[in-house]
């Protein structure tokens, strides 16, 4: 199993700009949540699917959004891109949609915002 | 609003003494607690959750409810614990399963 695995490693946009970042979970894995993680700080929430049904939401602008797809993988949308989006996006499955059941972590996508 | 506390960035230790992590959580309903590791040049791992009540690798942890504290022990630390260590809380009452992570504490075990 590779894991979680998450497209692009590294991105490079400029303001304005549109991103779409992807995230394919672990095999038998339905629920794929999205987080946040500026230098220096821990992972903020984002988004959590559930059998493609959103779950939860952080305090994150109308520029977020994502998806789930049949399979289970993910995309998350920014728009409009500012450098403060410049940061860590980790893409975490589980089976259920509970924490007690354990996410794994994905590499991560580094977005940096120019 | 749940939130979580990890007073401490940076912590270094010699190999062999006890190490200890601090975290202090802020929630008023029933939180699922967890530490997860992140070594270097690898992924954000779960090391423990509370429930389980299990010690990984050496280190336990326990739920202080009184304190709203869920500190991170181990008796003697290893070069090899080195790494990034977050304390995380989850909220059973919301929908969903959101992770509130702390900043973080770097832990540095010296030969």
């Known amino acids: 199993d590779a894991g979680v695995t998450q497209s692009p490693t590294h991105l490079i946009k400029t303001r304005g700009q549109h991103v779409t970042l992807r995230c394919s979970p672990i095999s038998g894995h339905k629920s794929v949540s999205w987080y946040q993680q500026v230098l220096g700080q821990g992972p903020q929430f984002i988004f959590q699917?559930?059998?493609?049904?959103?779950?939860g939401r952080g305090n994150f602008p109308d520029r977020f959004s994502a998806r789930q797809f049949p399979n289970y993988s993910s995309e998350l949308n920014v728009n409009a891109l500012l450098l403060g989006d410049s940061a860590l996006y980790l893409c975490a499955s589980s089976i259920l949609d509970r924490a007690l059941s354990g996410y794994t972590f994905g590499s991560g996508t580094r977005l940096t915002v120019v | 609003a749940q939130r979580v506390t990890q007073p401490e960035k940076l912590l270094s230790v010699f190999k062999g003494a006890p190490v200890e992590l601090k975290c202090n959580y802020s929630?008023?309903?029933?939180?699922?607690l967890f530490w997860y590791v992140q070594y270097s040049r690898q992924r954000l791992q779960l090391l423990l959750r509370h429930i389980s009540r299990e010690s990984i690798k050496g280190f336990t942890a326990d739920l202080n409810k009184g304190e709203t504290s869920f500190h991170l022990k181990k008796p003697f630390a290893q070069e090899e614990d080195s790494a990034m260590y977050y304390c995380a809380l989850s909220a059973q009452e919301t929908s969903g399963s959101r992770l509130t992570f702390g900043e973080g504490t770097q832990l540095t075990v010296n030969p």
């Open positions: 929630y008023s309903g029933s939180p699922e």
């Open positions: 699917y559930y059998e493609k049904e959103e779950r």
